[in-house]
């Protein structure tokens, strides 16, 4: 049985994926590329596994942890963090810290977000979502 929950995460996955389906008519190559997975275990360990522990007995409490979750989410955005939310391990998608080029224009250290397991040398349509994070998806030579 679906809650309204589950409506709601599905609904925010499906926007996100057609947000990200944009903007493929560009080509990168990956020059170098490491694997930065490990980011998401460091989000769930620093701020999830804290509130396990936490008891939500009182109003005042629970205002509480809402107030420092919210907090905690508007550092993760202004310090362009967003990308290393284990929601995004869950769906598939990996991160990888990488330089990317085309024939006009190198980028260095770039936060990729993609579903398909990169390497040097591999190909991607691409979309910006800040200077420093972008979304690839891997052209499959057919």
Known sequence: MFTHFDVICEYLRRQFER???????DTLTVI?????????????ATYIIP?????FDTINKVIAYVLLLVVIG???????????NPTLAIFG???YKADLSDCNSFYSSIMVISKSELN?????HYKFLSD?????????NE
Do not use: H, P, Q, W
């Open 51 to 55: 509130f396990s522990g936490m008891s």
């Open 132 to 140: 420093s994070v972008c979304f690839v998806r891997e052209i499959k």
């Open 93 to 95: 998608y990996r991160l």
């Open 120 to 124: 040097a040398g591999s190909n991607v």
């Open 19 to 25: 947000y990200l389906s944009g903007g493929v008519g």
């Open 32 to 44: 170098e590329c490491k694997g930065e997975d490990y980011e998401n275990l460091t989000f769930l």
């Open 74 to 84: 508007v550092i993760f955005v202004k310090t362009e963090k967003y990308y290393a």
